[in-house]
């Protein structure tokens, strides 16, 4: 399949995905823009891999952290996680980690795991996008 036809189908995939709130595509289309040539589409699913992968064990550092008192563990895993989350478009979901920031470089961070449910709730969201997309890349692939 040629760059253009790649793109086209990308185009009209992300159209058929928008529906998802959890990941903005146009940000992924964005970044798959900016790559550019052949490699692009393989770039972007790399990097939504590479975040799923990631974001994970982030989160797991932060539920340590919660139950260590870890103000700069969860600090750190946190400010990481709204990064790379913003990075592929999943802004409501980093917006939640923003807010679980500010309150760390306050020297406050939840007292119990629990507290965490509506970040766990909203990334179950992003990675149920975030594989939803990776799958209309690997049918364009195909």
Do not use: W
């Not at 040629?2 to 990941?23: C, F, L, P």
């Amino acid at each position: 399949m040629h760059q253009q036809d790649i793109s086209a189908s990308i185009d009209s995939t992300d159209k058929e995905v928008k529906g998802h709130r959890a990941v903005d595509t146009n940000t992924l289309s964005a970044l798959r823009d900016a790559v550019g040539g052949d490699d692009a589409n393989s770039f972007v699913a790399e990097l939504i891999e590479d975040y799923l992968a990631d974001a994970p064990r982030r989160i797991a550092a932060m539920q340590a952290a919660i139950s260590t008192g870890d103000v700069e563990q969860f600090r750190d895993n946190v400010h990481t996680l709204k990064s790379t989350s913003s990075t592929i478009g999943a802004f409501p979901f980093a917006d939640l980690c923003l807010i679980l920031e500010n309150q760390a470089r306050e020297g406050n961070i939840p007292e119990r795991e629990l507290s965490l449910s509506p970040l766990l709730a909203s990334f179950e969201h992003v990675q149920s996008d975030l594989r939803a997309i990776l799958l209309a890349y690997d049918d364009i692939g195909d």
